[in-house]
């Protein structure tokens, strides 16, 4: 290993844009004047695997793997990680993460408690081996400039907030790399990000709902991915998919029972219960009648 | 009618399928079709090749085998020649059954063999990115023909009245009613059942082409439906249709509907 090398890692899940990012960071240390090199794997990424890039830069780099305990900053794009990552950063380090969390199926198919077996936010982590850190809700972040995409721009903003590399080198390489169209707000994502207040307090992660029981409109909520179709067929305007991705049932009283709902969910994540005291169907039968 | 999560591994659950997926939809509408049948759930053999349809026998609790690529027709002939009391049936793709496994597909709709045979098109590979399939319509956009397709299509259910295939069916996801009735009438029909589901991929297809996540496709979906099946809920389906996605008109419900004899390996002048 040749003296002064240095090194990053990025990690994420499935199409959060770690590749690119890795790109982007690439090429503002290439403007920079260093050597670089960069390694990826993004293997089953687009089902829900972990994808993470690695890279290093310095005078002249003969490998881009960065070896564990040395890594100058770790961007984790999702919570669990930044925990399966922390390893490579170095004593005194940087970990960059959003405190978003991906649950991957895997994760959450415990059936009797309906929680997933996933990690909380442990500070401790970062605090006992003396790592810089900033947890960061992206996601919210970029929510509020207008566009959640930008989201990997505001961790990207918080990376090079710990490395000194000229501005320009970065914003240079935001505007080559992403894609046209997104550059203003990619770079106002950037900014925002480098200047992200290292007190503000990211929110926990959202713990799946417990089961809630025969309702009339029962969600389950380990299930359901927030894909909107439901709240979108529902002809009674029931259901909402809010800003978290979260389902609610926004108009129970409206639901007619017409079970569009359940059978157009893909995930199985909705069903429609009869109400629990039905009317008896002779009074059903002769109330009002008289043909 | 007992629950379809009866049917259901549900310590498997939730499944791999992207948001909005309607391979889900299809894989609970599958489900309500064996309830409505009410068949012994270890008599029921799915068996299914490889692709984001594929996957669907990980999650439903039969006898179920994930073979290889494009195969599943051969996996399910075997099977049916040798347990003739199993109810054998396929779980496909456009891509598994029209591509790499098209000449399984089509000889096994040859011999009348008595299996059904779902196969979940939605226009593109989806487990592996986006690249166009034998389904893909001209013009339309995957990641192998960004400006476009400039191939024909293959009409699925042409092709296997032509192989000969004796029950042919089309249905869509998005009218998941009619889908369990067709899918059950295909299982109780003696010989080679074929019913092309009209799925889709909001993750590739729809981002590709423009007509928006899953919602939106089931809409697209439901006015490309030249035949007797009609969209569900008026009142919203019609109101999100995106203005983008050009309709491609397409028969549904059974197409074809023959008695002849099924192939059980010795030759026989009967049906079954
Ligand atoms: C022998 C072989 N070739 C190629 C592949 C890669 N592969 C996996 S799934 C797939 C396409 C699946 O497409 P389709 O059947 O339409 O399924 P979908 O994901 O769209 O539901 C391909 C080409 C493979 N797994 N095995
Ligand atoms: S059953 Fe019908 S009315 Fe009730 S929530 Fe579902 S779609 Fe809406
Ligand atoms: S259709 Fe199913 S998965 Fe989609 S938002 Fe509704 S309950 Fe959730
Ligand atoms: S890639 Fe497409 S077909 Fe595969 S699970 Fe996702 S939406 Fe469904
Ligand atoms: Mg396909």
């Keep these: 290993m040749s003296e002064g090398t240095r090194g990053l890692l990025l990690s994420g899940v499935g199409g959060q844009g770690v590749i690119l990012a890795s790109m982007i960071v690439a090429d503002a240390l290439l403007g920079a004047g260093f050597d670089v090199k960069q390694s990826e794997v993004h293997g089953m990424a687009q089902r829900g695997g972990s994808v993470f890039s690695h890279i290093r830069w310095g005078e002249d780099v003969d490998s881009p793997l960065v070896p564990k305990g040395s890594a100058e900053v770790l961007a984790a794009f999702e919570w669990a990680e930044a925990i399966r990552w922390v390893e490579y950063v170095r004593e005194g380090g940087a970990v960059v993460a959003d405190v978003r969390t991906i649950v991957p199926p895997g994760a959450c198919n415990d059936r009797r408690s309906w929680t997933a077996r996933y990690p909380g936010i442990d500070v401790d982590l970062f605090n006992d081996r003396e790592l810089k850190t900033r947890l960061i809700d992206a996601a919210a972040t970029a929510t509020e400039l207008g566009n959640v995409r930008a989201a990997n721009s505001v961790l990207l903003g918080s990376v090079a907030a710990f490395l000194d590399i000229d501005m320009a080198h970065w914003e240079s390489a935001i505007e080559r790399l992403v894609p046209r169209g997104t550059v203003e707000i990619n770079l106002a994502a950037f900014r925002a990000g480098r200047e992200f207040p290292q007190a503000r307090v990211p929110r926990p992660p959202l713990a799946p709902e417990g089961f809630s029981g025969p309702h009339e409109i029962d969600i389950n909520h380990v299930w359901c991915k927030g894909c909107d179709i439901c709240s979108r067929v529902c002809p009674e305007y029931c259901l909402a998919v809010d800003v978290d991705g979260k389902l609610n049932i926004i108009d129970p009283e409206a639901c007619t029972g017409c079970r569009l709902c359940e059978l157009l969910c893909p995930d199985f994540a909705i069903e429609i219960h009869p109400p629990r005291s039905p009317v008896a169907v002779s009074d059903a039968n002769t109330a009002g009648g008289g043909t | ?272």
């Design chain 2, 1 to 272: 009618m007992a629950d379809v999560k009866t049917y259901l591994r549900e310590w498997a659950m939730p499944h791999v399928l992207c948001p909005g997926c309607a391979h889900g939809i299809v894989m609970r509408g599958f489900l309500a079709a064996i309830d409505q049948l009410q068949l012994d759930q270890d008599k029921v053999a799915v068996v299914a090749g490889i692709g984001c349809s594929s996957r669907i026998v990980g999650y439903i609790d039969f006898c179920t085998l994930h073979g290889t690529h494009g195969r599943a027709p051969a996996f399910a002939s075997g099977l049916k020649l040798a347990r003739p009391d199993l109810h054998v049936m396929v779980i496909t793709g456009d891509g598994d059954g029209l591509a790499i496994g098209g000449n399984h597909l089509i000889h096994a709709a040859r011999r009348n063999i008595d299996i059904t045979v779902m196969l979940l098109n939605n226009s593109i590979y989806g487990m592996t990115g986006g690249q166009a399939a034998p389904t893909t319509p001209e013009g339309a956009v995957a990641s192998t023909t960004p400006a476009g397709n400039t191939e024909p299509n293959f009409d699925a259910c042409k092709l296997m009245i032509g192989a000969g295939a004796s029950f042919v069916a089309r249905v869509l996801a998005a009218n998941p009613i009619e889908m369990s009735k067709v899918i059950a009438d295909g299982v109780r029909h003696p010989g080679f059942s074929f019913i092309e589901i009209i799925s889709d991929c909001p993750e590739y297809y729809g981002r590709y082409n423009k007509v928006g996540g899953g919602a939106d496709m089931l809409t697209w979906m439901a006015r490309r439906d030249a035949g007797v099946a009609v969209p569900l809920s008026e009142k919203k389906f019609v109101e999100h249709v995106p203005s983008s996605a050009v309709p491609l008109g397409m028969t549904t419900g059974v197409l074809e509907r023959d008695i002849r004899p099924v192939f059980t390996g010795v030759r026989r002048q009967e049906p079954l």
